[in-house]
T-cell receptor, first 111, second 114 residues
Framework: RKEVEQDPGPFNVPEGATVAFNCTYS??????FFWYRQDCRKEPKLLMS???SGNEDGRFTAQLNRASQYISLLIRDSKLSDSATYLC????????????FGRGTSLIVHP | DAGITQSPRYKITETGRQVTLMCHQT?????MFWYRQDLGHGLRLIYY???????DKGEVPDGYVVSRSKTENFPLTLESATRSQTSVYFC?????????????FGEGSRLTVL
């Protein structure tokens, strides 16, 4: 079982739709969680960190569920420019920093 | 300019040759990482370094060698390239602050092994 799992998609949604991705992780001792965005095999870039209390940045909302060991990303009012791959990243080890990536979820927003 | 740079950006080589991918960062971040990205696998960690002269294996280290004599440089060497090492390689750096830290990636090095 992979340590960080994501549905690869693709998720095909029309502009204006709301779409949600989940990511599950296996190590209950994981300490920090992130969503990164990657465009067309370019370098990944941080979209947002995920805090226990949840956090929101404009149209994007991230949440953490430690009991069920998953994080989620909600995108409201999807734009064409949101089309990308969304990577879930979990810091797997306590005491050192070893970010582990999920395989990514592909989002395609169409007119 | 501050940032993280990788070279070469594109490389074609033959099976059995030695290849070195360079990574340089200007922030003096303590942590540096090498990932490879292949279709169907996402980003997989090859090696990482917590500081100069400290390196450790990641998920897929076989066939690779790293060194970190200076904080800003973290070269990755394929000692004898194989076709299975054809991939996109990303270097990243981070300042680990307690339990978290943003990863900053280079633009990637696209390696083809014939």
């Amino acid at each position: 079982r992979k340590e960080v799992e994501q549905d690869p998609g693709p998720f095909n949604v029309p502009e204006g739709a709301t779409v949600a991705f989940n990511c599950t992780y296996s190590n209950s001792a994981s300490q920090s969680f992130f969503w990164y965005r990657q465009d067309c095999r370019k370098e990944p870039k941080l979209l947002m960190s995920v805090y226990s209390s949840g956090n929101e940045d404009g149209r994007f909302t991230a949440q953490l569920n430690r009991a069920s060991q998953y994080i989620s990303l909600l995108i409201r009012d999807s734009k064409l420019s949101d089309s990308a791959t969304y990577l879930c990243v979990v810091n797997m080890a306590g005491g050192s920093y070893i970010p582990t990536f999920g395989r990514g979820t592909s989002l395609i927003v169409h007119p | 300019d501050a940032g993280i740079t990788q070279s070469p950006r594109y490389k074609i080589t033959e099976t059995g040759r030695q290849v070195t991918l360079m990574c340089h960062q200007t922030w003096s971040h303590s942590y540096m990482f090498w990932y490879r990205q292949d279709l169907g696998h996402g980003l997989r960690l090859i090696y990482y370094s917590a500081a100069a002269d400290i390196t450790d294996k990641g998920e897929v280290p076989d066939g690779y060698v790293v060194s970190r004599s200076k904080t800003e440089n973290f070269p990755l060497t394929l000692e004898s390239a194989t076709r299975s090492q054809t991939s996109v390689y990303f270097c990243a750096s981070s300042e680990f602050e307690g339990v978290t830290g943003e990863l900053f990636f280079g633009e990637g090095s696209r390696l083809t092994v014939l």
